[in-house]
């Protein structure tokens, strides 16, 4: 698979995360934006989203995500999507178990009809690649949607093998020099279906039909030096068994003093809940 994955540049991994974890992502989100716990069927989950999101102002809607965006980091639901099985499973086997997710709110895209361009939404992006933003070409990126009437008419669009062109000339957002012909993928992703891809990966946002709300992370190894500004805060996620003895043992000598001198119970208690974090 990931000899795929540098091939094409993105692999879509289908049922990545369970429909029980992107029913529980979505209850959330209503909860917080009616400010309460409704008991609601799920398959209803959508509507009740475009209700809310049809009475928000244009230039209320970055503060209002923010504010959805640190309910759901408050509430550990970041991590709990990228802990999935298959797709942990899949982001280790690319990256290694040392695993961090960029904080940035973001990463809660929203794309509405009749805003199908970046200068009515900064959520619909054209052609780029997200190193231009800062992004390591050691990282990648997790996208998945969240809120979408249905998946037939395509989320995001790829130029097929435009990460091996390397850096693109862009300004304003906007690339200043593309080769005349070449071929493109859209994607049709149904729920708890995930692509990871490539920062280098030109890509651009397919046209809303209907509103939709996709997450996006930006996943790198931390024990890996990073290429990029150290503009963002990371959170990580997942320790490698060398990673979970370093903080056992507590600084780079790897000298034991906190270990030493307690008793074994409060010891093994130590280890049981590093071991918990990954």
């Known amino acids: 698979m990931n000899k795929k994955f540098s091939d094409k540049g993105y692999h879509i991994i289908k049922n990545g995360i369970s429909l029980k974890t992107i029913k529980l992502f979505q209850k959330k989100i209503i909860d917080f934006i009616y400010n309460k716990n409704l008991s609601l069927n799920s398959n209803k989950n959508y509507d009740f989203f475009c209700k809310k999101i049809k009475g928000l102002k244009k230039e209320n809607r970055f503060g209002y995500f923010t504010e959805i965006y640190d309910y759901l980091f408050y509430k550990n639901l970041f991590e709990k999507i990228l802990l999935e099985k298959k797709l942990y499973k899949y982001t280790i086997d690319l990256l290694g178990r040392d695993l961090a997710f960029q904080c940035d709110p973001s990463f809660l895209l929203l794309n509405l009809p009749k805003e199908n361009s970046p200068k009515k939404n900064y959520s619909f992006k054209d052609w780029h690649q997200e190193i231009w933003s800062g992004a390591s070409i050691a990282s990648v990126n997790v996208w998945t949607p969240i809120f979408q009437k249905n998946n037939k008419f395509g989320q995001m669009e790829f130029i097929e093998n435009s990460h091996k062109w ?36 030109v890509h651009r946002s397919a046209n809303a039909i209907y509103p939709r709300l996709a997450t996006s992370f930006q996943v790198k190894n931390f024990k890996l030096q990073d290429n990029t500004f150290q503009n963002k805060n990371w959170k990580i996620y997942s320790y490698s068994e060398m990673s979970k003895i370093e903080r056992i043992l507590g600084n780079h000598y790897l000298s034991p003093y906190r270990t030493i001198g307690i008793d074994a119970k409060t010891s093994q208690g130590i280890v049981q809940k590093i071991s918990k974090l990954s």
């Open 166 to 201: 390397g850096h693109i000339p862009h300004r304003s957002r906007s690339p200043l020099d593309l080769p005349r012909k070449y071929k493109t993928k859209k994607i049709n992703l149904s729920y708890g279906d995930v692509v990871i891809f490539s920062t280098l990966l």
